[in-house]
């Protein structure tokens, strides 16, 4: 079901480089590593021994760092020579008749190309493919769950395909990342019509309660690398427009690294839950009578006066860290290609996000293919399903209605262009669902044992239609990404389940029932509503024993 790498080849230059073959089995690109075997692992060295890139061998006897230095200080201590990878900003995508050679270090402070369009972070994918696929994978595999600096984090613990150039020590990390993939058994084989191999992405299993820790660890690092000596740039704060999620992730980050954060927010458009996680962080928030657009467009206007550093994903750093999703659930699944992602779409940089985690590690040599991705819409700010289904023909934007899913609710996407490259470079497809759709799939997947947020329901919802029309089999490897946590969200599955949403069925509300204080109610309510074969016949026991009494 997954494209083909050949096609994704084609249409993507992005991790291109010249020592490529095509692979006798598969028919697919593969990286040939350049002759450089001084830089490889040899057969027999262990994980252990690659703990890190730049850190010098491991010897035989282990040693606790002394009690008086920290884990960023032991990082520097054991910090070797760098190995010269790099990455810059370059146009995406490169414009026609443009300056092939526009470029800029990632230490400049740019959102937009020459001509206006959007940037891209592109890696030196020659110094990384000196490197075998191979090596890679052991030693990100390594580094799983450890504590040594900063690669415990799910992120920073791929730093080279992040941000290479950066030193430890400026790195700002709350160990982020390496998130649950939760098999979704009971789910797939009871209401998706036995499908056996159908998981949920966690995202929401992250530090603020969603997967933008995974890039704003990034963007916040660099900024701190920006404002200390030696660079030591003029900036005053970072500053974001946010649904919630954006907004909390960047003020927690900002906090741990003692940088002013400054948050634009429509004014009662996002939950309780969300808007206290700012405020809660120290950031200076703006409750503004717009929507996430318009606090789009003020925030540009501001950063382009002051000396704020812009946090959205309009800076394409972010999307370094949240590229890292894809690599993990690679690492989960033991470096096996899921045949699916479902992926929920907002500002639609995340789309992009997983294209880019997966395509590079098939360009590296870590996979051989790429998956199909699906991006899930709310039909209620549905930009991109429209555009989809007008054949690619032109985007039109739109004034986002209201949505339970509220992170995603955005009439005009700073990302479109991303989202359609990465959608056509893996065969994929973009789907809606409507409120109901959404509260549905969240409530149904919470009684198999979830706790999922209204955005999930969207991508949910999409696999329910897509299952319907046959276009995901029963047995293909799916994997849906769960964006946020659903403790964000609680009081939609509040509505939900006291059936208060006007118009809407709620056909798995399960509100709690008034009982009486008595045995002879409670057990009257029991059988009525518990239908397990052993308290049946526990209930006919007691009324047997009673009528006998």
Known sequence: MATSAATASSLSPLFSHPHTRRSSSHGRPVPVPAPAPHLRLPARTSRARCAASDAPPATATKHRRPAEENIREEAARLR????????????????????????????????????????????????????????????????????????????????????????????????EGNSNLFWAERLGREHLGGMTDLWVKHCGISHTGSFKDLGMTVLVSQVNRLRRAPLSRPIAGVGCASTGDTSAALSAY???????????????????????????????????????????????????ELPIYLANSL????????????????????????????????NLGNIY??????????????????????????????????????????????????????????????????????????????????????????????????????????????????????????????????????LKFTQSKIDYHDKKIQGMLCQYANPPINVKADFASVMDVLQKNIHDPYLVLGLEALLIIGRSG
């Open 353 to 486: 996000a997983f294209y880019k985690g997966f395509e590079m590690c098939r360009v590296l040599g870590l996979v051989d293919r790429v998956p199909r991705l699906v991006c899930a819409q709310a039909a209620n700010a549905n930009p991109l399903y429209r555009y989809y289904k007008s054949g690619w023909a032109e985007f039109q934007p739109q004034v986002a209605e209201t949505t339970y899913a509220s992170a995603i609710q955005i009439g005009d996407p700073v990302s479109v262009d991303r989202a359609v490259f990465a959608l056509k470079a893996t065969n994929g497809i973009v789907e809606e669902a409507t409120e109901e759709e959404l509260m549905d799939a969240t409530a149904l997947a919470d009684r198999t044992g979830m706790f999922a947020c209204p955005h999930t329901g969207v991508a949910l919802a999409a696999l329910f239609k897509l299952r319907d029309q046959r276009i995901i089999g029963a047995n293909d490897r799916t994997v849906v990404v769960s964006t946020a946590h659903g």
């Open 80 to 175: 070797g020579p760098a190995q010269g990878f790099s990455a810059w900003y370059e146009p995406f995508p490169p414009a026609p008749g443009g300056d092939p050679n526009e470029r800029y270090s990632l230490d400049e402070v740019v959102y937009r190309s020459s001509s206006g369009g959007l940037l891209d972070v592109r890696h030196d994918m020659e110094a990384l493919a000196r490197y075998p696929g191979s090596y890679w994978r052991d030693l990100f595999d390594s580094r799983v769950g450890g504590t040594a600096w900063p690669y415990g984090s799910g992120v920073w613990s791929k730093k080279e395909f992040v941000l290479p150039e950066i030193d430890s020590d400026h790195i700002v990390s709350l160990f």
């Open 315 to 346: 800076n394409s750093l972010r999307l370094e860290g949240q590229k890292t999703a894809a690599i993990e659930i690679l690492q989960q699944f033991n470096w096996q290609v899921p045949d699916w992602v479902i992926v929920p779409g907002g």
């Open 254 to 304: 900002c906090a741990a690294a003692g940088i002013p954060a400054i948050v634009f927010l429509p004014a009662d458009r996002i939950s309780l839950q969300q808007l206290i996680q700012p405020i809660a962080n120290g950031a200076t928030v703006l409750s503004l009578d717009t929507d996430f657009d318009g606090c789009m467009r003020l925030i540009r206007e501001v950063t382009a």
